[in-house]
């Protein structure tokens, strides 16, 4: 039985009065597609946050690639092995699809310019996207920019990539790209968190769903069990209105 990638033991999160994570244990394996659920509010991107050591919990312990996160003294041990893409795509304006991809390389991790640009190109090919290496994010679509965004956390080689949220700021019709990029990730048997909207995402790509509720996980299983037969009532009536839009 392999390690797992992430192991969640009780953890806690408070913002404030407001309790936004109880008591949360999740296990992810090495290679496995995890997607979390809920509605807003339901603490699945603080969940994500503190997987990605992005936010610290209050309680509980987290390992990460054996690298214990509630333990401030190694938490920065983590940079490097996660990759993070978020809804915004967070691109520099004056600098080109390769030039966001490398930045990090050549300053983080002391590559040399030819090395770096040797991974970004890599990178960005892994996106479909080596052909708009020298666009700058203005001449880009949004689907393509979040394709950029993937291609910089992809370049520094991460074991594990967390998504928040990575479609829900782009148009209908150009989400469809995005998701490809992943699914291929996962075919890649890239471990993957994601936190999604994209009902067709988790249904297809999935190897486990999570379904949180009021910082609670309510209900996890593969993803014919969560979509086709729920057992939890709040699931139930959370897939029922999602599902109808």
């Not at 039985?1 to 009780?10: D, E, G, Q, R, Y």
């Not at 309790?19 to 659920?37: A, C, F, H, N």
């Not at 030039?99 to 090395?115: D, F, P, R, W, Y």
């Amino acid at each position: 039985m392999s390690k797992p990638a992430i192991a969640l033991s009780n953890v806690t999160k408070s913002f404030g009065s407001t309790q936004v994570l109880k008591d949360i244990s999740l296990q992810v394996t090495p290679g496995e597609v995890l997607v979390l659920i809920g509605a807003s509010g339901s603490g699945k991107s603080t969940v994500l946050r503190i997987m990605s050591g992005l936010e610290t919990a209050d309680g509980g312990e987290i390992w990460v690639n054996d690298v214990p996160l509630h333990d401030t003294r190694r938490s920065r041990e983590i940079c490097g092995h996660v990759g993070m893409v978020f809804q915004q795509f967070n691109l520099f304006p004056h600098k080109t699809a390769l030039g966001n991809v490398t930045l990090a390389l050549i300053k983080a991790q002391n590559l040399s310019s030819a090395e770096a640009n040797k991974r970004g190109m890599a990178a960005l090919e892994r996106v479909g996207l080596a052909e708009r290496a020298q666009h700058y994010p203005s001449q880009l679509s949004g689907g393509q920019q979040q394709r950029v965004a993937i291609a910089r956390a992809l370049a520094v080689e991460p074991k594990i990539m967390f998504f928040d949220e990575a479609t829900s700021a782009l148009d209908p019709e150009l989400v469809g790209e995005v998701t490809e990029v992943m699914r291929g990730l996962a075919r890649d048997g890239m471990t993957m968190v994601v936190v999604t909207h994209e009902m067709g995402f988790a249904r297809k790509t999935a190897d486990r769903v999570v379904f949180m509720d009021k910082g609670v996980i309510a209900e996890q299983g593969v993803p014919e069990q969560i979509f086709v037969n729920p057992q939890n009532p709040r699931t139930q009536q959370f897939l029922s209105r999602v599902l109808e839009h």
